[in-house]
């Protein structure tokens, strides 16, 4: 008896390493740089800022675009760091937009989400080839 509920723990703890790993691992990670212009369309934003302001991000709701600014000569680009939920809450998307065109500047960068979703982003600073992010902000949330 002990060893077929041993048996039971076990198969349901692979059963949801498996779900998990499986949404996880289900979507492709987008890389994208922050090279245009501010976007043609107007609205607010909402700001997630690094926690030693390196860096900061913003998402403009209308025309779904992100802006990233690198605040600091430091040798690290800025970057927002995004995912984005489905109304079920299923990770569906993820990614990165880099500011990589040096300190003081600023760029927009314009993406096309799923209008509901739930999308979340921070703003963090780090090495634009991927190898890591640090010093990054509280996760913003927001209806896409």
Known sequence: MRKRR??????????????????????TWE???ATGLAPS???SAVWSYSPQEDANAAFQKNGDWFFVSDN????????AEWRLYNTSGT???????????????????????TEG??????ACRG??????????????????
Do not use: P
């Open 6 to 27: 041993i048996g039971t723990v076990v198969a349901a703890a692979i059963g949801a390493f498996a779900l998990f790993s499986t949404q996880a691992s289900a979507i």
């Open 31 to 33: 890389k994208d740089f």
């Open 41 to 43: 369309s107007s609205g």
């Open 72 to 79: 600091r000569a430091d040798g690290f680009s800025g970057v």
């Open 91 to 113: 990770l569906v998307r993820g990614g990165y937009v880099w500011m990589n065109l040096g300190a003081g500047e600023s760029r927009w960068k314009n993406k096309d989400f």
């Open 117 to 122: 979703y739930k999308l979340q982003f921070r």
């Open 127 to 144: 090495h634009s080839d991927g190898t890591f992010l640090e010093h990054c902000g509280a996760w913003v949330s927001i209806a896409a």
